[in-house]
């Protein structure tokens, strides 16, 4: 099992940057796929990054692509999600996810809330226009 906990956000401008990070516990994070899923108030979770066990697979949500950026440090058991050129549309609680993984296996990418085994309790992006 793993236990995640999200930080980093905060208030920023349109246009401005923010880096999310989502440290983990446990000593198997490399063996976990990692995800990024937001949700604003009165919509439903939302897909926005994910990143497969050994970081060499990305995947972005049409949305985001090409502003965010996820990577991870699995030294440090911890993914980020660098946030640039913020827009209107981005404020959300954003959401850390975990997926247990076989490494062995063909790395499949995930976009699914319901595919994912753990998540964080979420850390507040707002932008001001």
């Known amino acids: 099992q793993v236990?995640?906990?999200e930080s980093g956000g905060g208030l920023v401008q349109a246009g401005g940057s923010l880096r999310l990070s989502?440290?983990?516990?446990?000593?198997?994070?490399?063996?976990?796929?990692?995800g990024w899923f937001r949700?604003?108030?009165?919509?439903?979770r939302e897909f926005v990054a994910t990143i497969s066990w050994s970081g060499g697979n990305t995947y972005y949500a049409d949305s985001v692509k090409g502003r965010f950026?996820?990577?991870?440090?699995?030294a440090k058991n911890t993914v980020y999600l660098q946030m640039n050129s913020l827009k209107p549309e981005d404020p959300a609680v954003?959401?850390?996810?975990?997926?247990?993984v076989n490494?062995?296996?063909?790395?499949r990418t995930r976009t699914l809330a319901?595919?994912?085994?753990?998540?964080?309790?979420?850390?507040?992006v707002?932008?001001?226009?």
Not at 39 to 44: D, L, N, S, T, V
Not at 126 to 129: A, L, N, P, Q, R
């Open 3 to 5: 236990q995640l906990v």
């Open 22 to 34: 989502c440290a983990a516990s446990g000593r198997t994070f490399s063996s976990y796929r990692m």
């Open 39 to 44: 949700q604003a108030p009165g919509k439903e």
């Open 69 to 74: 950026t996820i990577s991870r440090d699995n």
């Open 94 to 100: 954003y959401f850390c996810a975990a997926r247990k």
């Open 103 to 107: 490494p062995s296996l063909t790395i």
């Open 114 to 124: 319901s595919e994912y085994d753990y998540w964080g309790q979420g850390t507040q």
């Open 126 to 129: 707002t932008v001001s226009s």
